[in-house]
């Protein structure tokens, strides 16, 4: 094989790299984090406070069994209404997400269910209001 037909191969190999690159990128899927992101960027100031709020209270506790899992909201709140959200986030795939309403128990308690959530590794987003004040917590949950 003389010096001539190396440069073809050589230049037949680029091309189809290149090719394959192309092809990969056009078919990688992106997602953003929110599809209001500008508007919650300017709502940011609220979470800021509300994580003040927050951490002026004690840590709210997630555990989970083999049916449910159970976000405990601090000790402070008991007997207060609590209105709000949990934002199961996942940040490979928006398809697992799930908001869900706050609506705890007496005991400060709220009970979801595994079947409404997908199995995986979610950002959990708790978004609530008690006594007049807002309050903004996240913490990392693994659901299986």
């Known amino acids: 094989m003389n010096w001539g037909n190396k440069l073809v191969v050589v230049f037949v190999l680029f091309a189809a790299m290149i090719g394959t690159l192309v092809y990969k990128a056009v078919h990688t899927k992106f997602e953003l984090v929110s599809k209001d992101y500008y508007k919650d960027e300017l709502r940011y100031q609220e979470q800021i406070d509300g994580r003040n709020n ?3 209270l004690s840590k ?3 555990t989970q069994d083999a049916d449910a899992v159970f ?3 601090p000790a402070e709140l008991k007997g207060k209404k609590t209105e709000g959200e949990a934002w199961f986030y996942c940040s490979t795939d928006s398809q697992k997400d799930r908001k869900i309403k706050l609506e705890t128990d007496s005991t400060g308690r709220q009970v979801i ?3 409404e959530l997908a199995k995986g590794s979610f950002s959990l987003k708790l978004n609530w209001q008690a006594g007049g ?3 903004y917590t996240e913490q990392r949950i693994t659901v299986n």
């Open 54 to 56: 927050a951490a002026k």
């Open 60 to 62: 709210i506790s997630v």
């Open 71 to 73: 976000i405990n909201m």
């Open 113 to 115: 269910l595994k079947k």
């Open 133 to 135: 004040e807002k309050y």
